[in-house]
């Protein structure tokens, strides 16, 4: 037997491993930094972070991807309910994916919903790690140590109990009010939540760009999707 042949043969396996494992991995547009991109709509060049992601589903059906994590060419429309409807009625989804997609007249109610359980997601998780409270007696204890970076009022809420909170809060902490209490109550996995707050940190800095996601969508009127 060869023995140097061998060492050969296993030198030289060694080096095919060596390049498989220099071989690049392919990133997904969610592991990528923020970058411009058109839409589809308008044609004007923006920042993702002011666009909706939509894929081509294997059915052909565009699917708003909000996270950007979906798997597929992605096409782009302006954070805009005008510009979801637009893009609908005149089918620019099947010139952006090249081949014929449907997209249905309520993509924009489905989009605006989706923006509205993203930020509950973030409502949600924040009172799973202790940083938000409901009920306006926790509200005015985390206000008056400080601790605050967000208060929420329900648009049910009273104005002068909404009142008595804001002026607690201080220039510090910022003021939302753009949820229902039923969907504080899915948040806090509770009854009748009409005030909460958030403490300050990373949540409640998303929670904020959560909302401006939700009225720049939405407009001045930035109630929950329109049924």
Excluded: Y
């Amino acid at each position: 037997m060869d023995r140097s042949a061998g060492r050969e043969r296993g030198g030289a396996g060694k080096r095919r491993g060596e390049r498989l494992s220099e071989a690049p991995v392919r990133e997904t547009e969610a592991d990528q930094p923020l970058a411009d991109r058109m839409c589809i709509v308008t044609r004007a060049v923006k920042d993702e972070a002011e666009l909706i992601r939509f894929v081509r589903s294997p059915g052909g059906e565009a699917v708003p991807d909000l996270a950007r994590k979906l798997p597929g060419r992605g096409v782009w429309v302006s954070l805009d309910r005008g510009a979801v409807a637009e893009a609908v009625r005149r089918k620019l989804f099947s010139r952006g994916f090249g081949a014929e997609t449907t997209a249905p007249a309520g993509l924009p109610d489905l989009v605006a919903k989706l923006l509205r359980d993203q930020a509950l997601a973030l409502l949600s998780l924040a009172r799973k790690a202790g940083e938000a409270v409901s009920g306006f007696g926790k509200v005015e204890d985390m206000l008056r140590s400080g601790r605050a970076g967000l208060v929420l009022h329900s648009r049910e809420a009273q104005p002068d109990g909404c009142r008595k909170l804001d002026r607690l809060a201080g220039p510090d902490a910022r003021v939302m009010a753009i949820f229902e209490t039923r969907e504080l109550d899915l948040a806090f996995a509770r009854p009748n939540v009409v005030h909460a707050a958030v403490a300050r940190g990373a949540l409640a800095e998303k929670l904020l760009a959560a909302q401006r996601r939700i009225e720049t969508f939405e407009g001045p009127e930035h109630g929950p999707p329109r049924t």
